[in-house]
């Protein structure tokens, strides 16, 4: 089954610097890769997704790129700000459903 | 758009109660919802995922006894947790997945704001 790993587990930038995160998936049937951010006791918001036939997507500060041939896609948060402090959780669709990766807690720095 | 409720957002019981939790989807046609446990500071766990009019399709793991899932139309799901232990104290979270009331499905899964249990 698919399986999807998330790195680093803990992100801390300056703020107004770039965070980037990546996560890996094993299954290639996988063609559908969303990134949810958690903020604490809230609901997972998505906040960008990509699908396989695209290399790339952005959003204003929020980019997300897809390499395919090696299962691994990333997002990038660009001039970070105090509320971009979160857990980012990365999943791949299998089987209609979606695998998660274990998050990750970005920390901005004042 | 694309809005789900979760209710209640907290509850605590008596351990050996059952505790019934809401999912719905208001403005669009949620022909799957799944079933979420959380715990602190640790990523999703699926429980179960149901789809309208059909039985829920349960995890490895995941006692299906324990934890009764009614999908009975494309608005609502319920989580039953029947007698109900400390051990099952969690933050439940409901997502749900469908077409959208102007049409056309959507695969991305939108989340309830979850249900805090205690057990006592």
């Known amino acids: 089954g698919e399986n999807v790993e998330q790195h680093p587990s803990t992100l801390s930038v300056q703020e107004g610097d770039s965070a980037v995160i990546k996560c890996t998936y094993s299954d290639s049937a996988s063609n559908y890769f969303p990134w949810y951010k958690q903020e604490l006791g809230k609901r997972p918001q998505l906040i960008i997704d990509?699908?396989?036939n695209v290399g790339e997507k952005k959003d204003q500060r929020i980019a997300v790129t897809l390499n395919k041939t090696a299962k691994h896609f990333s997002l990038h948060i660009t001039e970070t700000q105090p509320e971009d402090s979160a857990v980012y959780f990365c999943?791949?669709?299998?089987?209609?459903?979606?695998?998660w990766g274990a998050g990750t807690k970005l920390i901005i720095k004042p | 758009g694309a809005v789900v409720s979760q209710h209640p957002s907290w509850v605590i019981c008596k351990s050996g109660t059952s505790v019934k939790i809401e999912c719905r989807s208001l403005d669009f046609q949620a022909t799957t919802m799944f079933w979420y446990r959380q715990f602190p500071k640790q990523s999703l766990m699926l429980m179960a995922t149901s789809n309208e009019g059909s039985k829920a399709t349960y995890e490895q793991g995941v006692e299906k006894d324990k934890f009764l899932i009614n999908h009975a139309s494309l608005t609502l799901s319920t989580l039953t947790v029947t007698s109900a232990h400390p051990e099952d104290s969690s933050f439940y979270i409901c997502s749900a997945r469908g077409v959208a009331l102007a049409g056309g499905f959507t695969d991305t899964q939108y989340f309830g704001p979850g249900t805090r249990l205690t057990v006592l």
């Open positions: 999943a791949a669709d299998s089987n209609y459903q979606l695998i």
């Open positions: 990509i699908r396989s």
